[in-house]
């Protein structure tokens, strides 16, 4: 039962727009959500996350933001930057202890 | 930078041979955790620990074994390793202090290959 979901696997952007990533959950336990990005052969870097407060996290030309009654949550980059390009993983949690992630969106910047 | 090593990085074994790999941090972390990456499945996590001598399984654990006799090291151990293995798997601590709460921070990653 995958309790993290997103559903598009991939994504293309031109360079300079904005880039929406989607996650969908079924436990309405979680009470924290982040978003990683990971290059290839690299580990996953922490990117933002938000508490189950929040319905808006902003750090620089990130958003996130979540719908608790939809149990959805998006990561908006803006604007798209070729260094961009990388798969993007959401994860949640509740309990403090464990992390649930998604099977990851590749987003390509076009230039 | 958290602090973590993953040794080896690459490695290609055998169907039946033990394998053992190593997650090493510098920062005293309490919480750390082991998980393999594979297409389409994204990260699932095999075990974790939560002190010296604590650990407790993932979702994927069959197969696995961990240990955590010191602070900065956990293993994890294939006691058999099975072609279902090959993957690339990837330490996590949590940190504490002024990160978010429940962020973890991940290693380099290990590619593992079993013929």
């Known amino acids: 039962d995958q309790q993290v979901k997103q559903n598009s696997p991939s994504l293309s952007v031109q360079e300079g727009r904005i880039s929406i990533l989607n996650c969908d959950y079924t436990n309405s336990m979680f009470d924290y959500f982040l978003w990683y990005k990971k290059y290839p052969a690299e580990g996953p870097t922490f990117l933002i996350s938000i508490s189950s407060i929040k319905d808006k996290n902003e750090d620089g030309r990130f958003t996130v933001f979540l719908n608790k009654s939809a149990k959805h949550l998006s990561l908006h980059i803006v604007p798209s930057q070729p260094g961009d390009s990388a798969v993007y993983f959401c994860?949640?949690?509740?309990?403090?202890?464990?992390?649930?992630f998604g099977t990851g969106t590749r987003l390509t910047i076009i230039p | 930078d958290a602090g973590i090593t993953q040794s080896p990085r690459h490695k290609v074994t055998e169907t039946g041979t033990p394998v053992t790999l190593r997650c090493h941090q510098t920062?005293?972390?309490?919480?750390m955790y082991w998980y393999r990456q594979d297409p389409g499945h994204g990260l699932r996590l095999i075990h974790y620990s939560y002190g010296v001598k604590d650990t407790d399984k993932g979702e994927v654990s069959d197969g696995y074994s961990v240990s955590r006799s010191k602070t900065e090291d956990f293993l994890l151990t294939l006691e058999s390793a099975t072609s279902s293995q090959t993957s690339v798997y990837f330490c996590?601590?949590?940190?504490?202090?002024?990160?978010?709460?429940?962020?973890?921070?991940f290693g380099p990653g290990t590619r593992l290959t079993v013929l």
């Open positions: 994860a949640a949690s509740f309990g403090n202890e464990k992390l649930t």
């Open positions: 920062e005293n972390h309490r919480y």
């Open positions: 996590a601590i949590k940190m504490g202090g002024g990160s978010p709460p429940d962020t973890q921070y």
